[in-house]
T-cell receptor, first 108, second 114 residues
Framework: DAKTTQPPSMDCAEGRAANLPCNHS???????VYWYRQIHSQGPQYIIH???NNETNEMASLIITEDRKSSTLILPHATLRDTAVYYC?????????FGAGTRLTVKP | DAGVTQSPTHLIKTRGQQVTLRCSPK?????VSWYQQALGQGPQFIFQ???????QRGNFPDRFSGHQFPNYSSELNVNALLLGDSALYLC?????????????FGDGTRLSIL
């Protein structure tokens, strides 16, 4: 499976949009991009996934570049409860290979 | 609609012992995956079970084994425990092995080895 590269940490002001980048330059054509987040002492929570089109749900939006080599997770109005580690994963067969993720801190 | 449930929530063992962890998948899911998460790191994939068989396996030794029952629940067994096996063990369920359906995680079992 392709590896992903994410910044180790990011800050965001409460109420503003949080834009979390992910590079996956070696992604293959049948691999999906998944985003999960993990709040301390809990299991990872599924956020969103996509193949090549942009996706939106009640939690977030996923923007995938046309060449599929990178993506951005957008939390439109970040709250303090969005403080967590966010993981970007690419997978074609549903075995999730987690990296270190991005620690997002939402500040008042 | 119950999500993924794991038991026990915490467990303490000593080196050389054996341990069994249990997982009940989310209703409607038929595939169970297990992960090990060391402190400060991302979860590492151990293996995945579907139709009562191990379908995929990560880079873990044979001391780690599992089982899936006809009701889709699963067990993770670890033999000859080492200090390095201290971790949070996570179970995730999904629909269909090898599909693109997302996995849903439980809150894990915290295993401490003394």
């Amino acid at each position: 499976d392709a590896k992903t590269t994410q910044p180790p940490s990011m800050d965001c002001a409460e109420g503003r949009a949080a834009n979390l980048p992910c590079n996956h330059s070696t992604i293959s054509g049948n691999e999906y991009v998944y985003w999960y987040r993990q709040i301390h002492s809990q299991g990872p929570q599924y956020i969103i996934h996509g193949l090549k089109n942009n996706e939106t749900n009640e939690m977030a939006s996923l923007i995938i570049t046309e060449d599929r080599k990178s993506s951005t997770l957008i939390l439109p109005h970040a709250t303090l409860r969005d403080t967590a580690v966010y993981y970007c994963i690419v997978s074609r067969n549903n075995d999730m290979r987690f990296g270190a993720g991005t620690r997002l801190t939402v500040k008042p | 609609d119950a999500g993924v449930t794991q038991s026990p929530t915490h467990l303490i063992k000593t080196r050389g012992q054996q341990v069994t962890l249990r997982c009940s998948p989310k209703s409607g899911h038929d595939t169970v995956s297990w992960y090990q998460q060391a402190l400060g790191q991302g979860p590492q994939f151990i293996f995945q079970y579907y139709e009562e068989e191990e379908r995929q396996r990560g880079n873990f030794p044979d001391r780690f084994s599992g089982h899936q029952f006809p009701n889709y629940s699963s067990e993770l067994n670890v033999n000859a425990l080492l200090l390095g096996d201290s971790a949070l063990y996570l179970c995730a369920s999904s629909l269909g092995s090898g599909s693109n359906q997302p996995q849903h995680f439980g809150d894990g079992t915290r295993l401490s080895i003394l």
